[in-house]
């Protein structure tokens, strides 16, 4: 042994005793946190008592209001200038009527089926929408991305036309890692993306063709979610632009068009996804009419604070969405989407770790702020708006932490971080996670785009690092593929449909409770600590958040 290393140890001993009592006060917060609080939670939160959980509803009011109230019984003071709530100013969009999509020009006149053909709204506010004879565009995947040297719209003017593209991107399409991220979809693959460019291009009206597994979900999710009134925030991308049809097609209903067109689609879309691409002009037209209702709503973020002692303006940030698809006219059954594990358990988790913060028997030097956003299922809007307006200060924001649907599947060896290896953040979870045999993995499916599907995303736009953790796939009893095969089932029967239930007698509480110690546990050790972890080099929102920490300076 060296003297240094000697000095060394002599150096840590006096430290344990220290550091052994936080572990136990550790330990008896998260003690607190237990399956039958958790239950209790879940069973009213997901109830039909709250309706679904739409925006704007009275399920809104009375989730919103129970949240308060427990943040309230729980000793957590109202984040908001004495208020729990931070309202969010939103315009909900409604088609009225029957919508018309009529393809013309080609070998046949094409009708086609809402709701079975194709699913559309518009982002304006106009009574009614009427797209005349628009000539129709295939531009592949509809994407602009100079980082990965892509340009589907290259020489290309679609002004009132209408763009008709591919779901995903050309990296998923192919497998080539060198093509974008190859398997792992890109923010160019999402959706909200393409219909954002489109929207940039001054296109009149945009069609996206679905595919279940470049989508990462079937038809009857994009049924469900484009089916009623969909939100913007009153300031949205869609503002000023002229935009008027947000649309979908299955892609049975693509094979008609292309087939009218006289075109083979297998081999256009294989095309589309390689280097060379050129966008054609289809000799199609596109008529669509439906009648519109905009109205100028309100929505609620619930927020409460625990404060820290030492450094309470600096703050963690703990969110979960509490809203879901409300009730809506399904074929058979039942109507109420109660959004059990998507997303009562996230909701009833962040309870959970706030009642066990208030047990801690020394109060921790962070404030911890817990964020129950609105609107993620329209397009996280709650959590862009809070981003936008944030309660607190962006730069004393040390790192967010969100629960979305937690894992019902029992224990794992593992929890997931969507996008692992993009901040500092990981190295808390990895170190909690260490203490219990447990570590980190990267999302298993990445083709599916999970890191732009919730909250965490909006905050890592803006900068603030955030942390998507789920659930694992190492299932202790069970093993991977079991476990992978449970989610996959889930999601092709459950996700984003009335049968979202809470169902206590086929869920496993011990694998949750273990997964809730741990995103505890992450933000504790955060609010212990002096550091602002950062975004690791080369991931697109450092430069941000290095902006934003130099103003803070
Ligand atoms: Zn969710």
């Given at each position: 042994?060296?003297?240094?290393?000697?000095?060394?140890?002599?150096?840590?001993?006096?430290?344990?005793?220290?550091?052994?009592?936080?572990?136990?006060?550790?330990?008896?917060?998260?003690d607190s946190i237990t399956a039958e609080g958790l239950k209790t939670q879940i069973s009213v939160i997901a109830s039909d008592d709250f309706q679904g959980r739409f925006p704007a509803t009275a399920g809104e009011t009375k989730t919103i209001n129970y949240l308060a109230g427990q943040f309230k019984n729980m000793g957590l003071e109202p984040a908001n200038n004495g208020?729990?709530?931070?309202?969010?100013?939103?315009?909900?969009?409604t088609p009225e009527g029957d919508m018309s999509l009529r393809v013309t020009g080609g070998k046949s006149n094409l009708d086609l089926k809402y709701a079975d053909d194709f699913m559309g709204n518009t982002p304006q506010t106009s009574d009614t929408v009427k797209i005349d004879n628009s000539e129709i565009v295939f531009v592949g995947y509809g994407i602009i991305a100079p980082e990965y040297n892509w340009n589907d719209y290259a020489g290309l003017d679609v002004k009132g036309k209408t763009v008709l593209m591919l779901v995903n991107d050309p990296g998923y399409a192919t497998g080539d890692t060198t093509l974008f991220t190859g398997k792992a979809m890109t923010y160019y693959g999402r959706w909200t993306y393409k219909y954002e460019e489109a929207a940039r291009q001054g296109a009149a009206a945009v069609i996206i063709i679905h595919e279940t597994d470049a989508a990462g979900y079937p038809w009857g999710v994009v049924r469900n979610s484009f089916s009623g009134p969909q939100f913007y925030l009153e300031e949205n991308e869609f503002t000023g632009s002229v935009l008027k049809f947000k649309a979908w097609v299955?892609?049975?209903?693509?094979?008609?068009?292309?087939?009218?067109?006289?075109?083979?689609?297998?081999?256009?879309?294989q095309t589309a996804a390689k280097r060379g691409f050129v966008p054609s002009d289809?000799?199609?037209?596109?008529?669509?009419?439906?009648?519109?209702?905009?109205?100028?709503?309100?929505?609620?973020?619930?927020?409460?604070?625990?404060?820290?002692?030492?450094?309470k303006d600096e703050y963690i940030i703990y969110t979960a969405h509490w809203d879901h698809f409300g009730i809506r006219y399904v074929a058979e059954g039942d109507s109420i989407f109660n959004g059990a594990v998507d997303n009562a358990t996230g909701v009833a988790a962040m309870l959970e770790i706030a009642n066990a913060f208030t047990r801690l028997p020394k109060k921790q030097d962070r404030?911890?702020?817990?964020?129950?956003?609105?609107c993620e299922e329209q397009g996280l809007l709650g959590s862009e708006y809070y981003a936008k307006h944030p309660l607190f200060p962006l730069n004393r924001t040390v790192g967010v932490i969100n629960m979305d649907a937690l894992n019902i599947f029992g224990r794992t060896k593992d929890m997931t971080i969507t996008g692992l290896g993009y901040s500092q953040l990981d190295n808390y979870v990895e170190q909690v996670l260490k203490k219990y045999g447990r570590y980190a993995r990267p999302d298993p499916e990445p083709e599916k785009g999970g890191y732009f599907r919730s909250d965490h995303f909006s905050f890592a736009r803006a900068g603030v690092p955030s942390l998507n953790l789920s659930g694992g796939v190492e299932n202790i009893e069970h093993g991977r593929e079991w476990a992978l095969a449970q989610?996959?089932?889930?999601?092709?029967?459950?996700?984003?449909?009335p049968s979202d239930n809470y169902d206590p007698d086929h869920w496993d509480f011990p694998g949750m409770i273990a997964d809730i110690r741990i995103y505890f546990e992450v933000g504790y050790d955060l609010s212990v600590s002096t550091e602002f972890p950062d975004w690791n080099p080369g991931i697109p929102h450092k430069a941000l958040r290095d902006k934003m920490m130099e103003a803070g300076r």
């Open positions: 042994m060296t003297v240094k290393k000697f000095l060394l140890i002599f150096m840590i001993l006096p430290a344990l005793p220290g550091c052994q009592v936080e572990n136990k006060n550790i330990r008896t917060a998260s208020s729990y709530f931070q309202e969010v100013p939103l315009v909900k969009i299955t892609t049975e209903a693509a094979r008609m068009i292309f087939g009218s067109a006289g075109m083979d689609y297998d081999q256009t879309i289809m000799h199609l037209k596109a008529s669509v009419y439906f009648r519109n209702k905009a109205e100028h709503v309100k929505s609620n973020n619930v927020a409460a604070v625990w404060p820290g002692k030492d450094r404030s911890i702020l817990f964020l129950s956003v609105t989610k996959n089932a889930w999601t092709m029967q459950h996700y984003h449909k």
